[in-house]
């Protein structure tokens, strides 16, 4: 494929084409196409005129700042320092054939000639020649990958370690001597425990968090050129001490069950699985915007289907990566955040006999996938607090009341001696109000059971009713 250069003034600062989009697929064209032009602050005309096959020019006034996007009704306007946005009115960008774009500026003027597009990728210009490369859209930002001399200030390592009682966070910036880096903080395990601040640093940085357990970190430098680098979002663990835990292996299941592994949010802060992975294999479990809830748990297994299948709970959250084949008799499973390992676990002959999955943190037998067990308390904090104002009832007594505290919301539900579901109640986030249990309606005499649940985190507590 090639790109003819028409004309092009040679004068450095006068305004070029740098990309053009004709082709969006994830919305309609009139929402998604967009032309960037690149400007110079050391030039400057009375007006910019954009010329499409010939067609009636679109004027502008002379854009400010760094780049001009030009798209219908400006959607496409990022709202960012530097960059100004005008309308592509009546203008419709062809997807199945070759366009010519002319650009006038004062003396300067900018041709090119551009092939047929493919489906939502981009015409990307390589430097300030006649050279263009097919790549995903960057409206507004420059792509460093092609454009030369981009005013860039990003952050290109950060590490960090934990001394006692905080953390030590550690970084380096690229393309810049000095910014300011914001920053936000929060304890994973006490989610009331946080901070958002600013600090002035140098190119290498360091700074501490008053933090004792795992934490999520937001770094964040000013906007520039390039995107990319401008933010770092991480999570500051431990192992042993990890806000992701593995809480059930099925190593070896009865067929034809596929093997499966449970993990587990003990967090009260929804945790990014874009960086999550199994250490010895595969890639992260997760895209962009892909989460795992508080105090959730995930099923992994490569067979997704198979085990949807196999499963009594249809709502239990299901990931399919690549696990490998777990050894029947002897083996490992390790779970990575990026390539720090947050929590591991191994079991030989002596573990659990197959067909039994086990849960690695009591060594005993399990199968309660998606859900926590009764040792759950002890993979952090509980998401809720709650008092009884009683445990033994009269049949024509006082009702049971119960209260909950927390930031999530909590269903109550009442269950009778055989376990099952005869009353439940959802008890709103924040609202630290006793609730009425009408125990004497639902339950006999005899035991009865409370249970309180958030996400996949439950709590039992059973009762006993008298005559």
């Known amino acids: 494929m090639k790109y003819i250069l028409l004309l092009s003034s040679l004068v450095a600062a006068c305004p070029q084409f740098v ?47 760094e780049r001009f996007i030009v798209s219908h009704g400006n959607v496409l306007c990022p709202g960012k320092a530097g960059v100004s946005c005008g309308d592509l009115g009546n203008y419709t960008l062809p997807n ?3 366009t010519v774009w002319k650009l006038m500026a004062g003396s300067c003027t900018d041709s090119v000639k551009m092939d047929k597009p493919k489906p939502g990728k981009s015409f990307q210009r390589r430097g300030y020649g006649d050279q263009w490369a097919i790549d995903e859209p960057t409206p507004g930002y ?12 990003g952050v290109s390592r950060v590490e960090y370690e934990f001394r006692g009682d905080h953390w030590w966070v550690s970084g380096k910036l690229s393309g810049c001597k000095n910014a300011w880096l914001r920053f936000h903080y929060r304890d994973l395990f006490h989610t009331n425990v946080s901070r958002m601040d600013s600090l002035l640093v140098n190119e290498f940085f360091s700074f501490a968090l008053p933090v004792k357990g795992p934490a999520h970190l937001h770094l964040r430098l000013p906007e520039d050129e390039i995107e990319f680098n401008n933010a770092v979002d991480t999570l500051l663990f431990q192992m042993g001490n990890s806000p992701l835990i593995i809480t059930e292996i099925h190593h070896c299941p009865e067929e034809p069950v596929p093997e499966w592994v449970e993990v587990y949010n003990a967090s009260g802060v929804s945790l990014p699985l874009s960086k999550v992975r199994h250490c010895s294999r595969g890639g992260f479990w ?17 067979d997704t289907a198979a085990l949807r299948e196999q499963l009594a709970y249809r709502d239990v959250n299901l990931i ?34 197959c067909p039994l999955g086990f849960n690695p943190k009591t060594g005993l037998a399990e ?36 209260k909950v505290e927390g930031e999530r919301e909590v269903m109550l539900s009442l269950l009778d001696s055989a376990g099952q579901t005869v009353w439940k109640q959802k008890a709103p986030a924040m609202s630290n109000a006793w609730w009425n249990i009408p125990v004497q309606e639902y339950v006999g005499v005899g035991a009865a059971y409370i249970k309180m649940s958030s996400g996949s985190f439950e709590k039992v507590v059973g009762i006993v009713v008298r005559p």
């Not at 962009?288 to 748990?297: L, R, W």
């Not at 996938?369 to 006082?398: A, H, I």
């Open 286 to 302: 997760g895209g962009t915007g892909d989460s795992i809830g508080p105090y959730e748990s995930v099923l992994v297994s490569r």
């Open 320 to 353: 399919q990566a690549s696990i490998g084949y777990l050894n029947n008799t002897a083996g490992t499973f390790s779970l990575c955040f990026g390539d720090a390992v947050m929590d591991s676990a191994g079991w030989d002959k002596g573990t659990v006999g």
């Open 367 to 402: 199968n309660t996938p998606g859900f926590q067990g009764k040792n759950s308390e002890r993979y952090g904090e509980e998401p809720f607090r709650y008092k009884f104002s009683s445990r033994v009832l009269r049949k024509r007594g006082e009702p049971l009341r119960v």
């Open 19 to 65: 990309e053009i989009l004709p082709d969006p697929t994830d919305v309609a064209d009139q929402q998604g196409e967009f032309v960037e032009i690149r400007m110079d602050k050391t030039f400057h005309a009375e007006s910019l005129l954009v010329v499409l096959d010939e067609k009636v020019p679109l004027k502008f006034a002379y854009p400010e700042g």
């Open 142 to 153: 420059g792509n460093p990958l092609y454009e030369r001399d981009l005013d860039d200030c």
């Open 96 to 98: 199945s054939r070759e």
